[in-house]
């Protein structure tokens, strides 16, 4: 039995938001806006939760008629499965109506489905691999290049390796053929070169995510059929954190979405830490020209008390003279100073300092250490040895979520849904009962990965398959003690119980750049190091996931973060040495990581000089009334 196709319909004027009490005005604004949208939304704002509630409005009155779909695209994959799992919760019986996915599954999708359409020139013989050339591999590329180049572009090939990818091939739309004269400018001729070298060469081809965002602008142009199935497809499109769009990624979405299609944006040009990966500047500005779309910005705070928004306002306003003041709706708690700079003459100290101060704090209240966070601008694994050590003193682990595992990072493999759904059917199969909402989350996987979503009698299959695995896999843990048991033996077993040939294939076809045998080779690794001095299961399956730990990370991990308490570590010129080679980025950089905060927001710095670059953080937070304690 199937579900309805088209469920009952909500007159546009009784629908109501959904989960939450209200929107505030400038959000219902957006919400009922039919046409091309650009929201501005600062922290805390609520975005995600906007972007549920608008693709509920449009789906529940019909605005978006069935059998049409919505399109929401991220640049991460965990923003995108929670934009999902929130537009679940919000619409049910429409989700399936829902596509969110980042931008690199979306193109790499189309060119793995409709490679044959493309032009003759570019279409592959032998497949291709997937990989990013590190920085030397550009600049001996471009250093070959400007060699051999034609005499009359002598001494115009002289591209900075870390941009040239980015915004050189990125921004170079592929013409139907390939040109074959030299009579060209520098930047055809070396971005030709680089296809020729990587591309167009014998054997399989070698991309990256921008190279196939270029071919899947290329066949979408050149197949207008495409580009109307497309259209038609998804009349309404969703692209989260916009201020972090590519020249490459902004391309395609105008080739592909800038006709027939209305298209909402989210961002706050603020949080633009991405210019290092080619995020075009005033991203927010150039989509409002050139979609011709209204702005609306959002005023609610959310997340921030009230003199946490104030402090969020003095560094907002730094970046764009023209910010308002938002508005908290978070309720402050009484009883300690919301911001304070601390001062500490050693590194030792300062982390026997702070996590005796986490321990009181718990013992005092009902907060757990995954309240706190230790944000760094970069080298967050100078902090953590002394962190670990003071920290575990008082019974309280530290999890680095910019650790590598294999080639992961720990943040990244805890966040994969191929990791959740295996420790998932870890903790099942160890812990029959009272894991309820994990029994779920891997049941809902298991449904996708079999395509059962819309099947009501496969999904009962899943559910009976997922009961006899558990069972299985639970004979095997008892039998298999976690003293005694390699990472890899588990990892074995687990996958042969698993199916991973249908994994495998899921994960191909839905998180491009996630490849299956990456994802299992970390979890591994990750899981070698948690065996270790292992007394049973559970504290094997607690110690790899460590929900329940301060957070180590950098402010670029924290991003879409929030903790109740934010330590940010290393106000110095050592953390923060780049700060004058683009002094614009690194302010937002320090307002990302400021504004993860709810309640407490702690910088510390140690005695070094506050002069050069570095003596704007200490002005703004003397502006912001920031007071400073000398804590030895």
């Known amino acids: 039995m199937q579900r309805q196709a088209n469920p009952g319909l909500v007159p546009v004027l009784d629908w109501r938001p959904t989960g939450i009490e209200d929107l505030e005005p400038a959000a219902w604004g957006a919400l009922r806006d039919t046409g091309n949208v650009a929201v501005v939304a600062g922290p805390g704002a609520g975005k995600t939760e906007f ?82 050339a590190p920085d030397s591999e550009v600049r001996t590329f471009l250093n070959t290049v400007a060699f051999s180049a034609p005499q009359t572009l002598a001494g115009q090939l002289g591209f900075q390796s ?29 971005v030709r070169e680089w296809w020729r070298a990587r591309y167009l060469r014998s054997g399989r081809a070698e991309v990256d995510f921008v190279m196939l965002n270029r071919l899947a602008e290329l066949l979408v142009r050149t197949a207008p059929k495409l580009r109307r199935a497309l259209r038609m497809t998804y009349p309404i499109v969703f692209v989260d954190e916009f201020q972090d769009t590519t020249s490459a990624q ?26 290092w990966a080619g995020a075009v500047p005033e991203a927010v500005q150039r989509f409002t020209n050139t979609f011709d779309a209204t702005t609306y910005r959002l005023a609610w705070n959310f997340r921030s008390s009230d003199a946490l928004v104030e402090l969020q306002h003095v560094i907002a306003s730094k970046l764009d003279p023209a910010t308002v003041r938002a508005t908290s709706k978070a309720t402050a708690e009484d009883g300690h100073d919301p911001t304070v700079l601390w001062t500490f003459s050693s590194g030792d100290r300062e982390a026997r300092y702070i996590a005796d101060w986490i321990a009181r704090d718990i013992a005092d209240s009902d907060r757990t250490p995954a309240d706190f966070a230790l944000i760094a601008r970069q080298r967050v694994k100078d902090f953590e040895p002394h962190f670990r050590a003071r920290l575990a003193a008082h019974g309280i682990r530290v999890r680095n979520d910019d650790a590598r595992f294999g080639k992961m990072s720990l943040q990244d493999l805890l966040k994969s849904e191929t990791t959740r ?57 008892q039998a298999h003690p976690a003293s005694t048991t390699s990472a890899a033996d588990a990892v074995r077993n687990l996958l042969d119980l698993v199916d991973s040939a249908t994994l495998r294939r899921y994960v191909k076809a839905t998180a491009p750049g996630e ?95 506050r002069t050069g670059p570095i003596a704007a953080f200490f002005a703004m937070l003397t502006e912001a009334g920031v007071p400073e304690i000398v804590q030895g």
């Open 421 to 477: 759904l295996l420790v998932g059917l870890l903790r099942l199969a160890h812990q029959p009962c009272g894991l309820a909402a994990v029994w779920r989350e891997v049941s809902a996987t298991l449904v996708r990965v079999h395509g059962a979503a819309d099947d009501e009698a496969a999904q009962r299959r899943v559910g009976e398959d997922l009961s006899d695995l558990t069972t299985e896999l639970r004979s095997w843990l």
């Open 162 to 190: 870390g941009r040239f990818v980015p915004d050189i091939v990125g921004g170079w739309n592929l013409p139907e053929t390939v040109p074959t004269d030299d009579a060209v400018d520098a930047v055809s001729y070396a």
């Open 250 to 275: 902004f391309s395609f979405l105008t080739s592909v979405f800038g006709e027939e299609t209305a298209v909402t944006t989210v961002g706050d040009g603020k949080q633009r830490i991405m210019g």
């Open 515 to 609: 490849e299956f045998d990456l994802i299992t080779g970390a979890f591994e690794a990750r899981l070698e190091t948690v065996l270790a001095g292992a007394v049973d299961w559970g504290a094997v399956f607690d110690e790899f996931e460590s929900a329940d730990a301060v957070v180590l990370l950098t402010t670029h991990r924290s991003k879409g973060l929030e903790y109740h308490t934010v330590f940010f570590l290393g106000i110095h010129g050592r953390q923060w040495w780049s700060l004058g080679s683009d002094r614009r980025e690194g302010t937002s950089t320090f307002f990302v990581g400021l504004s993860r905060a709810a309640q407490r927001l702690v910088f510390t710095t140690d005695r070094s000089e």
């Open 51 to 132: 972007l549920a509630q608008r693709a509920a409005y449009l789906l529940q009155t019909g605005l978006c008629p069935w059998p049409q779909h919505i399109l929401a695209i991220s640049f991460k994959r965990d923003s995108a499965a929670n934009l999902g799992r929130r537009v679940a919760a919000r619409a049910p019986d429409h989700a399936s109506r829902f596509v969110s996915m980042t931008f690199d599954a979306f193109t790499k999708g189309l060119v793995d489905r409709f490679a044959l359409a493309l032009p003759p020139d570019w279409r592959m013989r032998h497949g291709y691999d997937i990989r990013t």
